[in-house]
């Protein structure tokens, strides 16, 4: 039973994931945009860092291949696991489309999750490896992960993450129509500790330590250290599969808080038409 | 003249209304945006917490910088901006004939609509970087005050540019709500200090794509630290402001639509 509904499942997302990557293959070029804006903002960060690591050999515990491999793979890592689950969601409550949903035999959270999936998968393709071969080839950046194995994984929990948090802050529209002002406050907060603008170790010890209970390092600084083979924060050296179970629980704990929204929040949904 | 700026105050007046008919989402982002730019240098702050620097440059040198960019983009979000979003808007919809038939040029009624109050917040925060990283630094005189507001009036110049181009690009390139992207990156180069770049991207973003007038001359100016070819990287912003107007208008009058 309990197979067959897992079956059942992956027959959904897969059909979902597929005709969304059909849907937004008619705009690739939307996704190709990347090609360029990568490479243009690593540019930037690569003359800033060249600047900055003049005369030094360390900063901070890092050298300064260390932060050019880190900077690519946050890029890379991103391509892979962005979302805009949030603004979905706030968009089909505010026009009330979301009360299609309700009459679909699919609950709408694994349908955007399935989404998900299929737009990333052209993310791979349209910027994600291109990317990665002008980092690799242009820029002759070792942008190759120090594990595949353990890459994958927590690239895949980040993926993970990035959607729950995402999707948990979209479902503030139920409460609030005009919500969007909640989002930039939260993107606000994730685009500084993610670690994505700057290393999380570069932080004041003390927002180094709240990290470890913030969501927002396991969907950047975490699979970017992950990638490059070492993981430190705070003081604190973790084993990288160490780092793995703690991204695994963190992710745990954003799901099912998610989960518990979500049913909240269809109970506190009405709509008419749409 | 008098009927276009009555229609200009009559059109702030609307989006000032639209603004606050959700009061709170209102001040949450205008909150939002103050915020945001308290931590629009952060790179720049913890760069120089970590002992490190951008070479030749003091803390509060390159921190103005950042505040002028800051500035300039409030400058541009307030004023103008909103031209690329509408006009990306139009297109996609088939509506910019409304926008047409209206007895007033297109491209001013499209400016007066692009007031954006909410951008209040980003000038705010501008404004309170700037005046703390002015009590950093030295060399400021009332010719190099007066070169400063120049050079800053040139680097809007340039952001209006960028925002006609876009605009005008998303006639041809219709529904890619990524295209600002693409010039953003570009504009990065103008918020850190010219000299960490090799000279090479410097001439290209003196005189090509003029992204060092938003930020980095103006504020080089003002400090005292500028060069003759600053004043001369004026034409080129003229030029590309000039060709904004120009290849918007000429994608204004060759747009075909059968309605939205």
Known sequence: ?274 | MRRLLRIYRVCVMANLATAISYRMNFILNCLITLIGNVLFPLVTVIIYQSNASFAGWTFHEALLIQAVFILSTACASLLFNGIMWSTMSHVVEGSLEVLLIKPAPGLFLLLAQAFNIESIGLLAGGLAIFGYALGGVGGMTLMTWLLFLLLFAAGLLVMLGVVLIVAAISFKWVANSRLPEMFESVKAFGRYPGTIFPKMVVAISSFIFPVSMIAFFPASALIGRWEGYYVAAILPCLLFAGFGIWLYNRMLHSYKSAGG
């Not at chain 1, 694994?110 to 071969?133: M, N, T």
């Not at chain 1, 003081?235 to 049913?263: K, M």
Request: hydrophobic share 55%.
């Open chain 1, 1 to 274: 039973m309990m197979f067959k509904t897992i079956k059942h499942r992956f027959q959904v997302m897969r059909a979902v994931a597929f005709v969304t990557f059909k849907e937004w293959s008619a705009y690739r070029s939307h996704s190709m945009v990347s090609i360029f804006v990568g490479p243009v903002y690593f540019l930037v960060q690569y003359y800033i860092w060249n600047s900055v690591y003049s005369g030094e050999s360390s900063i901070n515990g890092m050298t300064l291949p260390q932060m050019l491999t880190y900077f690519c793979a946050t890029l890379l890592i991103n391509y892979l696991t962005m979302d805009f689950a949030d603004w979905n969601l706030q968009m089909l409550i505010r026009t009330g489309k979301f009360i299609t949903f309700s009459l679909r035999p699919v609950n709408h959270m694994f349908f955007a999750l399935s989404q998900k999936v299929g737009h990333r998968v052209l993310g791979l393709l349209f910027e994600c490896i291109p990317c990665f071969l002008i980092f690799y080839l242009v820029f002759d950046i070792n942008v190759l992960p120090a594990n595949a194995f353990y890459a994958v994984l927590s690239i895949a929990m980040a993926f993970l993450m990035n959607f729950f948090i995402n999707y948990s802050i979209g479902m503030t529209a139920f409460w609030m129509v005009q919500s969007s002002s909640i989002r930039n406050i939260f993107n606000l907060c994730a685009q500084v500790f993610s670690g994505a603008a700057i290393p999380l170790v570069f932080f004041p010890r003390t927002l180094q330590l709240a990290s470890f209970f913030l969501p927002f390092q396991y969907t950047a600084f975490v699979p970017a250290m992950v990638y490059t083979g070492s993981y430190t924060l705070a003081d604190v050296t973790l084993t990288i599969p160490q780092v793995l179970l703690l991204q695994l629980l963190a992710v745990i704990v954003a799901g099912a808080v998610c989960r518990l929204l979500y049913a909240v929040s269809l109970k506190h949904f009405t709509g008419v038409g749409a």
